[in-house]
């Protein structure tokens, strides 16, 4: 079974400063898509950032960007920069394909931003 | 505007009662899925459609049930076999391949 694996429960980073978060996936499959999605108190899930296995290249979003080691089988996502608005719940998500059932979260990274 | 629409925010439910959730989406998605979010886990599938009148169950489908009459409108019917309903709700659409999900904004189901 496809997994996804959030080690860290809770981070915290000054304002203004550089945050990393981990996330690492378990799967056979070599062609699949990768995302973080960031949920603030809102609730509201907000697609941050994407990557397709078989591109080499980290993609970036403005502050965020990844680190993708397909071999090590690692995700993990930069916040440069870190604003207070980027304080929220972040879940890693991996998908094989196109299809739903497919789609898994882990459990998520709580992110507080200090002033 | 485009996007997805859950109602209501929050709905309490008596013990033994069924309750339906809503969710519509006016963004031509094929693809429409419900998810539950408990404290410290992440989002478990609960049933996923791809089509019009087909739907299959997710990893936690026991005590739910949906229906896709149309393309825009997939409700979720939390029923009484359901022991532990008090969640949050989440319905996301798709299209195929690298755009991932759009989320509704939730829906707080506490059964009082």
């Known amino acids: 079974a496809q997994t996804v694996t959030q080690s860290q429960p809770e981070m915290s980073v000054q304002e203004a400063e550089t945050v990393t978060l981990s996330c690492t996936y378990d799967?056979?499959?070599?062609?699949?898509?990768l995302f973080w999605y960031k949920q603030p108190p809102s609730r509201q899930m907000i697609l941050v950032i994407r990557?397709?296995?078989?591109?080499?290249q980290n993609a970036t979003e403005n502050r965020f960007s990844v680190n993708f080691q397909k071999a090590a089988k690692s995700f993990s996502l930069k916040i440069s920069d870190s604003q207070l608005g980027d304080a929220a719940m972040y879940f890693c998500a991996f998908n094989r394909d196109n299809y739903g059932q497919n789609f898994v979260f882990g459990p998520g990274t709580r992110l507080s931003v200090l002033p | 505007d485009g996007g997805i629409t859950q109602s209501p925010k929050y709905l309490f439910r008596k013990e033994g009662q069924n309750v339906t959730l809503s969710c519509e989406q006016n963004?031509?998605?094929?693809?429409m899925y419900w998810y539950r979010q408990d404290p410290g886990q992440g989002l478990r599938l609960i049933y996923y459609s791809q089509i019009v009148n087909d739907f299959q169950k997710g990893d936690i489908a026991e005590g739910y049930s949906v229906s896709r009459e149309k393309k825009e409108s997939f409700p979720l019917t939390v029923t009484s076999a359901q022991k532990n309903p008090t969640a949050f709700y989440l319905c996301?659409?798709?299209?195929?391949?690298?755009?991932?999900?759009?989320f509704g904004s939730g829906t707080r189901l506490t059964v009082v």
């Open positions: 799967t056979s499959e070599s062609d699949y898509y």
């Open positions: 963004l031509n998605h094929d693809a």
């Open positions: 996301a659409s798709s299209m195929a391949g690298l755009d991932g999900y759009t």
């Open positions: 990557q397709e296995a078989y591109k080499q």
